[in-house]
């Protein structure tokens, strides 16, 4: 017999009233044989081990363990106020904070290593069209620098979109509101697309004159293979950002197998067609530009799906409003100020190198790609800190000493991961030169830089972790004046460096001092008692700040 719900005016007190159309007669919660008698509104309550509750006859108990939050949200449709004996969601497996140091760092290895491979894709699809290009010839090699540095490096400009997605997604989902995940997924897939067709206008119209003013008339031979290969890569700029769009919100929902199997397809399609296109069609490096354009495209259309499968819409798209676009602007503009720092810095170390000559700055890309590559294994520890710390520092079961706990285990793992890092990474371009090129010079440059590469590495993993937890808590303020400064040391050195004439391995001892003074920086941020893991409420800048005016 169907029956119509209506929902009490009261926002004190929910109780279930059930009309039948037929008879027109209400039917009185009071009669209800399972009322709590102590309970001022009738409230029903629903065992952990039975199934009493008026749901749909097919939403069985996997269903409600599988679909916490629709359970949730249904019960709330019909208006019934839940009392459980357990948290009124209860997500499968622990909570990350409430495990112990053993069972945390298991676990953040278990999301890390799916994590990884995300991470590693990006530089990996570069390094096998460095790798590739460095059998064939020397100048395209050269050219891959600037090129990278157009687009791979200037790609990390927009990481905000990545990391507001990330923590807006974690964000929502530790405050239990499905549309609000929904509505931030499709917002955000709007700015990455629009961001991507300006990316794609601006690589068409100013990408040779970019290259011509980064590489100097000194190296004008190389222009023309760079500018092929930005062209290319160029036509990706709009699956790219809506592609990291997508990844970061599975990630934001703690899924990093997904996002990985996509990464994977596109690897092994960007690998197959470097070596067609460039080893056996003889395309050079315009063959590789079409190779890493069509994976990462592939890699869009599969993330995509991946959040589709999950229950949300991949192609929705919504404009935000001018509130909306504050709001993103708010998280973004430190995040983009942060990344442009990075960017910058990174920029710098090439345009220095491009002025030591071609072998030098063939030397300089085979290393950078393998550091690139290499310190992408920790950037899954910032993933793992943005995922899991905005529920510990913001969420419904807010604790920030299961956060520090967290943190504590992120640490060591980024300890270990520097040490093992710092080791296989410089033993590859110090033991097997040959992959990268066949000629002495280049591996003679190449092999010394491999002390300060090391040192630069070793301590790359701790710092995410630091940095991951700074972001967690939304102390973007900090971060990005942190990152400036880094930045402005960082170059004065750079300055100095190239004055006096120390060579390619005084500019890798600038970025020992760059990557050092983000570890010190961060760390002192989060012992201080002013950092996010100390304050007893998140908003208490602002509160001192209302209270002094």
């Keep these: ?59 069985s108990s996997r269903n409600r363990r599988r679909f916490p939050i629709l359970r949730v949200e249904i019960e709330r449709e019909i208006g019934i106020e839940v009392q459980r004996d357990e948290q009124v969601l209860e997500i499968e497996g622990e909570e990350l904070g409430n495990q112990g140091l053993l069972n945390q760092m298991k676990e953040i290895v278990t999301f890390t290593g799916p994590a990884i491979g995300l991470w590693i894709c990006g530089p990996l699809m570069s390094l096998i069209d460095t790798a590739v290009i460095g059998q064939g010839s020397a100048v395209e090699l050269a050219a891959l620098g600037p090129a990278t540095v157009l687009c791979d490096y200037t790609s990390y400009v927009f990481m905000f979109l990545s990391i507001a997605t990330s923590n807006m997604v974690a964000t929502a989902l530790a405050k239990q509101d499905k549309n609000e995940v929904q509505h931030h997924i499709s917002v955000l897939l709007f700015v990455g697309l629009v961001a991507g067709f300006l990316m794609l206008l601006s690589t ?24 092929t290969y930005i062209q290319i890569r160029g036509l990706a700029w709009p699956a790219i950002l809506t592609g990291w769009v997508a990844q970061s919100a599975s990630l934001g929902m703690k899924d990093s197998w997904g996002p990985l199997k996509a990464l994977a397809v596109a690897s092994i399609v960007n690998g197959i067609g470097d070596v067609v296109l460039c080893m056996f069609l003889g395309y050079g490096i315009a063959g590789a530009a079409w190779a890493t354009m069509a994976s990462q495209v592939i890699a869009a259309y599969m993330m995509i799906e991946t959040l589709n499968k999950k229950g949300y819409n991949g192609y929705s798209l919504s404009v935000p409003s001018s509130g909306e676009f504050l709001s993103i602007l708010g998280l973004a503009a430190p995040v983009f100020l942060t990344m442009m720092s990075k ?44 995922s899991f710390m905005p529920g510990l520092i913001n969420g419904v079961n807010r604790s920030l000493d299961k956060a520090w706990m967290l943190l504590k285990s992120l640490l060591i793992i980024g300890a270990i991961f520097g040490l093992v890092l710092g080791t296989i990474g410089t033993s590859v371009p110090w033991l097997f030169p040959n992959l990268f090129t066949p000629e002495e010079k280049i591996i003679q440059e190449m092999h010394k830089v491999l002390i300060p590469y090391f040192l630069a590495l070793v301590i790359t993993p701790p710092t995410h972790s630091l940095e991951g937890t700074l972001l967690a808590g939304r102390d973007l303020k900090y971060i990005s ?37 983000r570890f010190l920086s961060a760390l002192r941020r989060i012992l201080s008692p002013d950092g996010v893991l100390y304050s007893s409420d998140l908003s208490h800048n602002e509160l001192e700040k209302l209270k002094a005016a």
Excluded at 375 to 381: D, H, I, R, S, Y
């Design 481 to 517: 004046l942190s990152m400036t400064g880094c930045l402005s040391l960082g170059a004065l050195v750079l300055l100095i460096i190239s004055s006096r004439g120390y060579g390619l391995t005084g500019c890798w001892y600038a970025l020992v001092g760059f990557q050092w003074a």
């Design 204 to 227: 068409k119209l100013l990408g040779s004159v970019a290259l011509t003013a980064f590489v100097g008339t000194k190296n004008a031979d190389i222009i023309p293979a760079a500018n």
């Design 1 to 59: 017999m169907p029956f119509k719900i209506l929902h009490s005016s009261s926002s004190s007190s929910l109780v279930p009233r059930f009309h039948c159309p037929s008879i027109l007669k209400p039917f009185s919660p009071s009669s209800l044989p399972f009322t709590h008698p102590s309970l001022s509104s009738p409230t029903i309550t629903f065992p952990s081990s039975s199934i009493s509750s008026p749901l749909p006859p097919h939403f």
């Design 343 to 386: 960017v910058v810095f990174y920029s710098l170390l090439i345009y220095n190198a491009t002025s030591m000559g071609t072998h030098t700055m063939a030397a300089h890309q085979v290393m950078i790609q393998t550091f690139c590559m290499c310190t992408v294994w920790g950037e899954p520890l910032s993933q793992t800190a943005q």
